[in-house]
């Protein structure tokens, strides 16, 4: 494959990735201060199925174009890095980097409980991120309470039918 042929399927999956994170943004539970979306899921197929620099790259594009005013977050909102859901939204970037850094050591998982772990691993660091902002306006307690408690199981049934899904599909 030319170089030319690497950039474009880079390019066309940096792309894509983008697109994945902005169309699973819209598919939403409303809640306040943090709507369940699918978004985590979007950004799990990228640190399982992509590989780092196009993973990240999607995640920046997509931020990016937030940053930029672009309505592209949920609710097709563009104020989002500035709200509630700004530690989430960086939490994508850890979630992709760390998934994909250990794809790169252990290889393609293609067992289930490599798959959940990397997906639990991917979850873990977006909770993590966006409870840690959230603690700064409403402290930690209150933090946990509105923006982990009502996501654990739809995040949880997310996290089962996506590594059944890939695996599946991978053998």
Not at 78 to 92: D, K
């Amino acid at each position: 494959m030319t170089s030319l042929a690497i950039a474009r399927t880079h390019g066309f999956s940096v792309l894509m990735g983008a697109a994945l994170l902005f169309v699973s943004a819209q598919i939403q539970i409303p809640l306040q201060p943090v709507p369940i979306t699918l978004q985590t899921v979007g950004v799990m197929i990228l640190g399982l199925l992509f590989d780092k620099r196009s993973a990240i790259q999607a995640v920046l594009l997509y931020l990016g174009l937030g940053v930029l005013g672009l309505p592209v977050f949920a609710g097709f909102s563009n104020i989002a890095l500035v709200g509630a859901r700004a530690g989430y939204l960086v939490g994508f970037l850890g979630a992709v980097w760390a998934m994909t850094t250990l794809r790169e050591y252990q290889g393609d998982l293609q067992n289930i409980f490599g798959l959940l772990g990397l997906n639990l691993l991917g979850s873990a660091i977006i909770y993590a991120c966006g409870i840690a902002w959230l603690a700064v306006s409403f402290g930690l307690n209150q933090a946990i309470l509105i923006g982990f408690v009502p996501f654990i199981i739809p995040g949880l049934v997310k996290i089962l039918l996506l590594s059944g899904i890939v695996r599946f599909l991978r053998s």
